[in-house]
């Protein structure tokens, strides 16, 4: 049960994230709000002084209190930042979550929170601003062999952990049996080559229009696929020169993906995030192939739609058989008590918890139990994601955050001007070599 202090704190953030309260209006009175709670005064002047020091409210004598102008900025204890609040299964989460830690809370109009839950690659890119977590993860995950310590790997960082997933996936390919059927295609197997791939799309450009094949764009996880599987890499921090954006395997796969999107039709840097437009046509027939991790069935069940397979993503020889990992990264600022951030990995590695995702679908759990209850052996399309763990890699920018920008811009001007691929990915590597060689990167911080 909530402290009543917490209750008027929470009262109050509540007037912020509906929109009631915005920068600059007065807080209504002690008086109003115990009034209001069925609480005593004091403790709602207790609650607005705590807030006050959170620089949230600014205290004015004889005036009032005053929402501040940068609010949203603002770290305080027990927010929770993270993208579930737009599922329609949030408000069941949470309630699964207040009944191991009722003071918990998660904002979306906050533009952080002392916890966080985040992607792959954006935990890695503010892993400076995050508490080592390696004394709650060994303490609740690694007594016992219950969890998926493959998936930890991607924010592990010379026995730092800066954060713990959550839930993960691998990627695969997800394809419509429908539009296969009715160009006598038969469905994808397992060691299926890019070749076998491109046929497919040479074929299914008949019945379609080429950018209904397949889902082209410039997002880093969907290209980062191919070029790990045509053996391939942006870094690698074991190495002597960690650069690898110029090496063969990743050429080959960069190229590989601008000539699938030429085959497309896709024009040259086109950046447009397409996914939910796919979808929908996907699960109308009018879409054939996507990547995609196991998030995605949720968005296929939502539309009630079972006409999909999934296989592994095309061998590219002699490249590898990796896959990009998904991950919700639980994260915690470095600002949080000890005890605290405790109290949040073991909630949201609880057995309740990981077992309520694992009944969704949304990722695998990183209980193996919940993962187990989520996984149906009995469906190939669903253990391909099982099969395809030991093959994912997520250490893109985890030893040189200070590299996404670089190679991010660069990367803008090889979609645009895709004919000087070589020469612009040459100098984009120079760059970063130097950056190396001065030591202006490698400190997980900014340049």
Known sequence: MKKKNQIARDYIIELLESGKLKEGDKLPGARVIAEKLGISMLIVQNAISSLEQENIIKNYPRRGAFIRDDWRSQIINYNVKTSYNRYPWFRRFMSIVGKRAPDFRVVSEFSRGVFEVRTTIDSQLAQHEYMDLSEPFFEICMKNET???????????????????MVFSPRVMFYNKKILEKSCLPEPKAGWTWDDFLSYVDKLKKILPPQDVFEWNTGINNWMNIVLRSGGSLIDPEAEDPVKLDSPGTLKGLKLWIQLGE????P??????????FIGK????????????RVSLMFLREASFN????VQLPVIEPGMNFNTQATEVLCVRKECPKDMARLFIKTMLSKPVQDFMGSLPHGIPFLNSAAEGSIDRKDPRDMAFMNEIPNMRGEYFACYPEFYEI????MKYVWKNPGEIDSIVKDIAGTLRTLKKIGLVGKTGEI
């Open 268 to 277: 040259p840097g086109d950046d447009i995030d397409r996914r939910s437009e």
């Open 407 to 410: 190679i991010g811009t660069g």
């Open 147 to 165: 969890y998926f310590s493959k998936a930890v790997t991607p924010f592990s960082i010379n026995g730092r952990i800066f954060g713990i997933p």
């Open 307 to 310: 006409d999909w397979g999934t």
């Open 263 to 266: 085959i497309l039709g896709y």
């Open 282 to 293: 996907f699960t109308c027939d009018k879409a054939a192939f996507f990547i995609g991790s």
